[in-house]
């Protein structure tokens, strides 16, 4: 990593960790849907036991949270008080600066993966990981850090933030994540499961319970993990 | 060849025209102020030189290089003070410094240029916690921290007092003394006149005038008056020849070249004398920059 890169990610951890709304968001609405749901059986799971189904997916609206709601609104607000004007005359590299935003969201994703994991455990999980596991976690966030930063690089402020959370809450709702979508009407079910977060609930299902997954979610996880990072690339402009 | 180089720049806002074929170049350890009225064109050119804005038209050169295309090598030599611009907003006053003393290399220089700019003492503040004068002498800090051969510093003293204006104008002497290249933006003249040795006038967007402050000063004498109504100004002009104009408390001429300036004044004040008018304070001197950016926007 250049000197660069790790000293913007360092910042940006240390913005990430002051920063009490965000924080709430990525590291206490999971855990909290997490208990919740956990608890008290009225969210229909499908098949299988209700725990298996929950935590995989708790685990997606955490990587969500972080990958995209996150670095959407950071670099939305950053652009509207003038944070990334400073930035613009500075030497560092747009390659630096996005990938320095995306490493930090990585590492705040990891903590919270061990920290669902250990609630999920706490509440009866056993899961049984499958090595694709590891797989899924990455190209999930690559997916979301790129979906984030193309967002917080074409709306400024308020409008990332409106729209962060807009796109937040309707993936939450049509991607299967805490409720099985067989419950959705057919045609809404099969264009829900072209979402990433969708493809990336499935695998963690499978992948957490010593299976490959399919190779249909494979394909369109993989195809968001190319597409969200390239629209981060080709939006993104200094000003 | 010249640090920053402008060659017939013209800057568009879709369809608004900001500037119109500027030309100018700051020559290395050269301090070049762009001076002018808001909306003058000063923050746009800067900007078409720091390639934050494409030009419609015209070439730009920093250290040689295109600037919206070598960037990020180009910013290594340069520090910037932009005129707006905020910081990211978890980090403190100090962090910030440090951050982008870090990012050029000089993690060292960032305790020492807080204290520098005055601002050590609010160092663990954020941002927004600040006031418009300590965030200013703040960006300050960081342009300070940033590449050494190239200060770019829009508006460096806007929002401070006499006591922060005084400060930054004796670190700029500092720094040019040490070899930098400063381009700033002012619309202070007095502070240009101590600080700059050349001034690029920009009036409407285009330069109408580009010289240095000593030709421009020193090769035109003028006649100051003091005690003198403004009213009397036309009818000594008919009597005298002067050209004369009510400048503060004073009366001011330009001494046209070839004439006398000692003379000149001597007419002047034997007409007073026979007008029964007194002045109380009477001198040939150097115009004085905002002097002259006068009759230039006039003209």
Known sequence: MTSVRSTLTRSELKVAARDGEQLLLTAGLPVLLLVFFGLIDVLPSGEGDRIDFLVPGILVVALLGTGFVRLAIALGFDRAFGAIDRYAVSPVKVVDFLSSRALASAVIAVVQLLVLTGVGMALGWRPAFHPGFVAVVALALAAFFGLGLALGSTAEGLRSLALANTAYIVLLLFSGVVFDLGELPGGVASVARLLPTSAAAELLRSTTEAASGSMGDWLVLLAWAIVGPALAVRTFRWR | ?299
């Not at chain 2, 919206?68 to 910013?75: H, L, M, P, S």
């Not at chain 2, 003070?81 to 403190?92: A, D, E, F, I, R």
């Not at chain 2, 609010?122 to 940033?146: D, E, F, K, T, Y």
Request: proline letters at 4%.
């Open chain 2, 1 to 299: 060849m010249p640090v920053v180089d402008l060659q017939d720049v013209s800057v568009r806002y879709g369809t608004t025209v900001a500037t119109t074929g500027i030309t100018f170049s700051a020559a290395a350890g050269e301090t070049v102020a762009l001076v002018g009225a808001n909306g003058a064109g000063k923050t746009s050119t800067v900007n078409a030189a720091l390639g934050l804005i494409e030009p419609a038209q015209g070439s730009v050169r920093v250290f040689g290089a295109d600037p919206r295309r070598r960037r990020a090598v180009i910013a290594l030599r340069w520090g910037v003070m932009p005129q707006t611009g905020g910081l990211p907003m978890g980090l403190t006053a100090g962090e910030s410094v440090q951050l982008f003393a870090d990012l050029y290399g000089r993690g060292a220089d960032a305790p020492e240029t807080l204290q520098m700019c005055g601002i050590a003492a609010v160092a663990h503040r954020r941002w927004r916690q600040l006031s418009g004068g300590q965030q200013q002498r703040l960006s300050l800090a960081i342009a300070l921290v940033g590449g050494s051969d190239l200060l770019v510093l829009d508006e460096p003293t806007a929002a401070l007092d006499v006591e922060g204006q005084e400060q930054v104008i004796e670190l700029l002497r500092g720094r040019a003394q040490a070899g930098s290249t400063v381009l700033m933006t002012s619309h202070r003249f007095d502070e240009v006149e101590r600080v700059a040795d050349r001034v690029v006038v920009l009036h409407r967007g285009t330069v109408v005038c580009n010289d240095t402050v000593a030709s421009l000063t020193q090769a035109r004498p003028q006649i100051r008056l003091r005690g003198i109504s403004p009213e009397h100004t036309a009818a000594l002009d008919v009597a005298v020849g002067t050209r004369f104009v009510a400048s503060g408390s004073e009366i001011v001429s330009p001494v046209s070249g070839g004439t006398d300036p000692h003379r000149q004044l001597s007419e002047v004040l034997q007409w007073c004398e026979a007008q029964g008018l007194t002045a109380t304070a009477a001198s040939v001197g150097n115009t004085s920059l905002v002097d002259i950016y006068r009759e230039l926007v006039t003209e």
